[in-house]
């Protein structure tokens, strides 16, 4: 019997990247599933599986477009069981060059949007004593040049879920963080200038922290680690789970000659 048959699934940044893995991984496991993210032809293409997969439209920096998601996910699906906070954005600069765009978009996408998805879904895991998994980044232990706000941020969403699991246990609510290392496919610095690309990779040369980050894993094995969080049995809990890059090697634009 398949234990997720009737379950459902919210994923943020569904339309691509590691997202997208997401939830094509979980609707194989028997999941229904919800992703969420801006309007794209990516998000137009997400697979439906007969149903079992819908895309919807929200840019998660509203509180507003996150309830109203939530919202269209239950009446579509009749329950909650899972929220996947996926989406975030990065791009390199340095601080003191950053312009108050650059801060308040890290800010309001990779903390706020979560905190605003938590909040919605809460009273509907609460009914089907559900899970939040929140994926952060090694860069917390190891922020990397250039980096430095992206990695507060993540910093930040792993002490929110701390804090969450208190509140939240006595609601047999689990409260996970997935702290995920380079990825390949990953489409975060799709948008990168040429110039900042080249300034950060060697940045990144010259400090280590290119060596660090190892040859990038696949998308498919991050979400076979999604998998493995929401499978385990309900007396315990994944508090934390960091999964990396098991090879050596740099990430692809830190590879000069």
């Known amino acids: 019997m398949n234990d997720h048959a009737s379950k459902v699934a919210i994923v943020t940044g569904a339309s691509k990247?590691?997202?997208?893995?997401?939830?094509?991984?979980?609707?194989?496991?028997?999941?229904?599933?919800?992703?969420?993210?801006?309007?794209?032809?990516?998000?137009?293409?997400?697979p439906t599986h007969d149903g079992q997969v819908i895309a919807i439209e929200c840019d998660i920096a509203s509180p507003q477009a996150v309830k109203s998601a939530v919202e269209r996910t239950a009446a579509q699906f009749g329950r909650i069981d899972l929220i996947v906070n996926n989406a975030a954005v990065f791009w390199p600069f340095m601080l003191e060059d950053a312009s108050d765009a650059d801060i308040a978009q890290h800010v309001s996408i990779n903390v706020l949007g979560p905190i605003w998805l938590i909040r919605a879904a809460i009273p509907h895991l609460k009914q089907t004593s559900g899970q939040i998994v929140s994926l952060s980044s090694e860069s917390v232990n190891h922020p990397f040049p250039m980096l430095t706000i992206y990695a507060a941020t993540k910093a930040a969403v792993e002490t929110l879920s701390a804090g969450l699991r208190?509140?939240?246990?006595?609601?047999?609510?689990r409260v996970s963080i997935l702290r995920s290392g380079s990825v390949a496919g990953s489409t975060g610095s799709a948008n990168w200038s040429v110039a900042n690309s080249q300034a950060f990779y060697k940045k990144i040369v010259e400090t280590g922290h290119a060596s660090m980050a190892g040859e990038a894993a696949s998308p498919e094995s991050m979400a076979a680690a999604l998998l493995?969080?929401?499978?385990?049995?309900r007396d315990v809990n994944a508090d934390l789970i960091?999964?990396?890059?098991?090879?050596a090697g740099v990430p692809e634009g830190a590879r000069f000659g």
Not at 21 to 44: I, K
Not at 228 to 233: D, E, F, G, K, T
Not at 242 to 247: G, L, N, P, Q, T
């Open 166 to 173: 208190g509140e939240l246990q006595a609601d047999n609510i």
């Open 17 to 46: 990247g590691m997202g997208r893995h997401f939830v094509l991984a979980l609707a194989a496991a028997g999941w229904r599933v919800a992703g969420l993210a801006r309007a794209s032809a990516e998000l137009s293409s997400l």
């Open 228 to 233: 493995a969080i929401v499978s385990l049995p």
């Open 242 to 247: 960091e999964v990396r890059a098991a090879r």
